[in-house]
């Protein structure tokens, strides 16, 4: 016996998106470069289940998917708000960089990467949806260097001399008289 499935109309809308992203991007290709070259599909998910929740649910990421290896999660779709994510080639480079560390490259080039995005970008807009470009975040500032150049475990050390000097020089007038 067949599962009849009935999805909500935003569940509906994510898998018609998906299977229209699956049909324009289904043969695309990058190959990417380095010391483990691999070949990397475009891929957008569904949602799982009949329903979203109302749309709650909606967000369906855009990944770079490797034959062999970690996916690179190149953006999302929520077609509730009406707006694609789209994440710059910077981006991805500093999420990389920072989970696996500044040695290893993101195994994309530039080049590779923008003409992919241009491709989706484009297609995204002939669906009406609206485009967002996410770009790599600013490096935080380097910590503001103190205001005096002493350290506080040489204030604590000259308080506690002092002290024990204080202290001595008590002892002695008083032993003396």
């Not at 229209?20 to 957008?44: D, H, L, N, W």
């Not at 195994?107 to 790599?136: C, H, N, R």
């Not at 500032?141 to 308080?159: C, D, E, K, N, T």
């Amino acid at each position: 016996m067949a599962q009849d499935f009935r999805r909500t109309a935003f569940a509906t809308m994510a898998v018609g998106l998906a299977e229209k992203f699956k049909f324009r991007f289904g043969s695309e290709e990058i190959q990417a470069e380095g010391p483990a070259p691999t070949i990397y599909r475009v891929e957008m998910l569904t949602p799982e289940g009949e329903s979203t929740g109302g749309g709650k649910q909606s967000l369906q990421p855009i990944k770079l998917v490797p034959v062999q290896g970690t996916a690179i999660v190149v953006g999302s779709a929520n077609q509730k708000d009406g707006v694609v994510e789209i994440r710059t080639h910077a981006y991805l480079a500093q999420q990389h960089a920072e989970r696996f560390g500044a040695a290893e490259q993101l195994p994309i080039t530039v080049e590779q990467y923008d003409a992919l995005a241009k491709k989706m970008l484009a297609f995204f807009a002939e669906q009406g949806l609206k485009v967002v470009s996410m770009d790599a975040r600013p490096l935080a500032p380097p910590p503001a260097p103190s205001r005096s150049g002493v350290s506080p475990m040489i204030v604590v050390a000259l308080v506690i001399a002092v002290a024990v000097l204080a202290g001595a020089v008590v002892l002695l007038m008083t032993h003396h008289q």
